[in-house]
């Protein structure tokens, strides 16, 4: 073969990560980076965020459109319904429960897979269209509900069952702390919920659409995903911003505290994006619910986004790194009333919303992901070692 035929057959190798590549087709979102913008389904996402509920936005995930007055009050009545866990599942959640710290994200998948069997998904290539897209909207419902009972039985508390009369923000604090939210708190969650419900092929998502890819049940693909979503550099971040704040303490050594981190080769928790390149915009909007709440830590906060903005674009620079949704969310999240251990289970409460769209459109039209990888190890076939004494076939 000549060395231009040779090339000509060679695969084309994607950089690390996938950055820059376009791996499908979708209508569900997208993000654009440089200019600080993303939308669901075409609608700005911050402005839905800023006068819907989660219902409405849910809606629009998962049936294209965004819900009539009376589309809404008939989807809120029975996504509400649905929070009722499948038979036998709320009996086995104290042994989950006892297995990790309160908040764990081992848990909660744990718990969901369980829960996704006790509903009975199967892969979805042997069931209709209309199971598989009821399951993604009872798993949805059902994420929540586990996240506030694994919450409470681990912190030694009785679960709260759900109450069927409150919307799905308010619903969700309720289960977590016992009592009704206040509409201050209602008001911030909800944002928070409805700003990180799907953004673009990020990790969790595209990790749903490659597992949804090989036919498996809509439970695998909501387990797996939630698996991705739990890592430091995706959904697993709030809670180290708060860890970080803390570290900090005072105004006056977020400078050199920040400059030492990133001197020593350390990422700063809730700043940088591989999309973004400008202010992201969920951190705006939550930027501005932080400040309504008139939290203790959104002074300290300010001074530590202006700061690490700062020196990253003086030690980093060129590298374009700003505050992200992980930043503020916290700070509203704790403001809301919900510990900090409940932060990442919280984003996987919205997220698995965007999830299940993602699927749907997936297998409405599926092909299996499966691209190569270049093997750059020793070279094969390589000669077996002498001490090696195979056993019979
Ligand atoms: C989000 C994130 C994983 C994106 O990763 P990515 O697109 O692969 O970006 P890279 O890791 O290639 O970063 C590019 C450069 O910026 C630097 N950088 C990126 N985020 C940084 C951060 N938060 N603090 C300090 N430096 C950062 C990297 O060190 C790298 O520098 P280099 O060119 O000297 O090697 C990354 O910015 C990060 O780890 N952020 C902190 C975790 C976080 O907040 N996650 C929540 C995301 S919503």
Known sequence: MSAETAAASAPYEAPPGLAGVSVARTKVSDVLGRQGFYHYRGYNAVDIARRGRVEDAWHLMLHGELPTPEQRDQFAAQTAAWRELPDGVAGLLPAIARLSPPGSLASLR????????????????????EETVEQA???????????????RLASG?????????????????????????????????????MLTIDHGFNNSTFTARVIASSGTDLGGVATGAL??????LHGGAPARVFDMLDAIGT???????????????????????????????????????????????????????KTAVELLAELK?????????????????????????????????????????????????????????????????????????????
């Open 137 to 151: 909207a009872r798993l949805s419902a059902i994420m929540p509900v586990l996240a506030a009972a694994l919450f």
């Open 317 to 393: 620079p060129g590298r374009d790194l700003y505050a992200n949704v992980e930043f503020y969310a916290g700070v509203v999240l704790e403001a809301a009333g919900l510990p900090r251990e409940m932060f990442t289970p919280s984003f996987a409460c919205s997220r698995i919303i965007g999830w299940m769209a993602n699927v749907l459109e997936q297998i409405a039209d599926n092909r299996i992901f499966r691209p190569l990888a270049h093997y750059d190890g020793p070279a094969a076939p390589r000669e077996l070692p002498g001490y090696w004494q195979p056993g019979q076939p």
């Open 251 to 305: 105004p006056e050594n977020a400078e050199p505290w920040l400059r030492h981190q990133i001197e020593s080769g350390h990422v700063l928790m809730g700043f940088g994006h591989r999309i973004y390149k400008t202010i992201d915009p969920r951190s705006q909007l939550l930027h501005e619910v932080a400040r309504e709440l008139h939290s203790d830590r959104v002074a300290l906060s300010e001074v530590v986004e």
């Open 157 to 193: 508390l009785e679960p709260v069952q759900p109450r069927p009369d409150l919307g799905y923000a308010a619903n969700y604090l309720y289960m977590i702390t016992g009592e009704e939210p206040d509409e201050r708190s209602r008001y911030a969650i909800e944002r928070y919920l």
């Open 227 to 232: 698996a991705a979503l739990s890592g430091p």
């Open 110 to 129: 744990t718990a969901l897979s369980l829960a996704a069997q006790a509903l009975g998904c199967r892969p979805w290539g042997d069931q209709t269209r």
